[in-house]
């Protein structure tokens, strides 16, 4: 069986400051680990992708995120919050029978001006 | 101007009735997907779909059917079997080769009347 949890419900950051959304995950085998984000009354939209390689990977809007094997972790982080940045973050996984990604419950991130 | 469409934005069922919502893509994906998204709970696979013709049940499939007559359509239809169908209808697609990278709709919005 393969999961992603999200334990943060909302994460409140003051605009400028680093940012972070976390993510564990169980999977068997390797792990393939995205996050996506979701701005209101929208679909969702790719981020960026963890699949072999470099722990850390860079995606869009300057968000990138870190592979942690020991800590079954893939944390979403961006160095400098932008109000813009407030959405709904989810993270997922990849596995399964038929290739089925599984989303987790998704973190609401709220940036202050 | 490719990308993945759904209407209506906003839809009303009173009960006992059948509903059906459009999903359909331009993008030449021969996968493509249904998501139920209620708050706190992430997103929740209802149906899918990697070929024409062929369609498999997602995690929460009772009370929906899908048919997959053409590659670039999709749709749901809510049937009366479902007892709480409120919720955020997204629909998406992908390559059968990156079914990670999946493109969102807008989403369908279904209010009980």
């Known amino acids: 069986a393969q999961s992603v949890a999200q334990p943060e419900d909302q994460v409140n950051v003051a605009e400028g400051n680093p940012l972070t959304v976390k993510c564990t995950y169980s999977?068997?085998?390797?792990?393939?680990l995205f996050w996506y984000v979701q701005y209101p009354n929208r679909g969702l939209q790719f981020l960026l992708k963890y699949i072999t390689g470099d722990n850390l990977v860079k995606g869009s809007y300057g968000f990138e995120a870190e592979f942690n094997k020991s800590q079954t972790s893939f944390h979403l982080k961006k160095p400098s919050a932008l109000v813009s940045d407030s959405a709904l973050y989810f993270c997922?996984?990849?596995?399964?029978?038929?290739?089925?990604?599984?989303f987790g419950t998704g973190t609401k991130l709220q940036v202050i001006p | 101007d490719g990308g993945i469409t759904q209407s209506p934005k906003y839809l009303f069922r009173k009960e006992g009735q059948n509903v059906t919502l459009s999903c359909e893509q331009n993008l030449n994906h021969d996968a493509m997907y249904w998501y139920r998204q209620d708050p706190g709970q992430g997103l929740r696979l209802i149906y899918y779909?990697?070929?024409?013709?062929?369609?498999q049940k997602g995690d929460i499939a009772e009370g929906y059917s899908v048919s997959r007559e053409k590659k670039e359509s999709f749709p749901l239809t809510v049937t009366s079997a479902q007892k709480n169908p409120t919720a955020f209808y997204l629909c998406?697609?992908?390559?059968?080769?990156?079914?990670?990278?999946?493109?969102f709709g807008p989403g369908t919005r279904l209010l009980v009347l």
């Open positions: 998406a697609s992908s390559s059968l080769e990156r079914v990670e990278t999946q493109y």
């Open positions: 999977v068997s085998g390797n792990p393939y």
């Open positions: 779909s990697q070929i024409v013709n062929d369609f």
């Open positions: 997922a996984s990849l596995g399964g029978g038929y290739q089925k990604v599984t």
